[in-house]
């Protein structure tokens, strides 16, 4: 059993924002293994692809989806090897794609949150990069702080960038959910 994780926020409001980023590319392998049909489970919305593979989008704030990823993991009894993750990241470009086993939590809240629920990091994530957010206050020109920037859409020729890049990871993600190999990678789109 393997189960792939797309963090967000739930609602229309934060649909298009850079923290959801990890709902579209959830998104995109689902319409690519033309998985239609959601149902709502232990918090969130739980798709089938096939035997053996779920694809999950906690529909609670990103900073708590653990709780909800550990309580499908449980149901299912899946090991967290079994288990690949996928979230934005403020702190590479957009279109590039870094594909890691382990690690901790960078400052993501919806890494920290699953981290704390499965007290592992031995589980597949996906980070996908939605924009520079430059790290040192005294640099930061003209960008609003953290939490506020990514809940803001991704400028066009950012979106495009971000786009292309998961529909590059598509495949290998659909190959992982398929057969349980994934490597570790970073992608880039050409621009």
């Known amino acids: 059993m393997r189960l792939l ?8 409001q934060y649909e298009k924002t850079r923290h959801n980023i990890g709902f579209a590319c959830v998104d995109r392998v689902a319409e690519r293994l033309g998985v239609t049909d959601w149902k709502e489970f232990r ?3 739980l798709a089938t ?9 906690p529909q609670q704030y990103m900073n708590s989806s653990g709780n909800f ?5 449980d149901f299912y009894h899946i ?13 590479i470009a957009p279109g590039s794609i870094r594909v890691r086993h382990g690690g901790g939590d960078g400052g993501h809240n919806g890494w920290k949150s699953v981290l704390e629920q499965l007290h592992s990091d031995s589980f597949w994530r996906i980070r996908i990069g939605v924009g520079i957010y430059e790290q040192h ?4 020109l003209h960008q609003p702080p953290l939490d506020e ?14 786009d292309e890049a998961i529909d590059k990871v598509a495949p290998n993600l659909i190959n992982w959910l398929e057969h349980g190999m994934l490597t570790e990678e970073t992608l880039h789109t050409d621009h």
Not at 7 to 12: R, S
Not at 149 to 162: I, S
């Open 5 to 12: 994780v797309g963090l967000g926020n739930p609602g229309l």
């Open 43 to 45: 918090g969130g919305l």
């Open 49 to 57: 692809a096939a035997p053996g593979q779920l694809i999950f989008k």
């Open 69 to 73: 990823v550990r309580q499908v993991v």
């Open 79 to 91: 090991a967290v090897s079994d288990i690949c993750i996928m979230a934005d990241d403020v702190y």
């Open 137 to 140: 206050p005294h640099k930061r």
């Open 149 to 162: 920037y990514v809940l803001q859409p991704l400028p066009a020729h950012e979106k495009k960038r971000v």
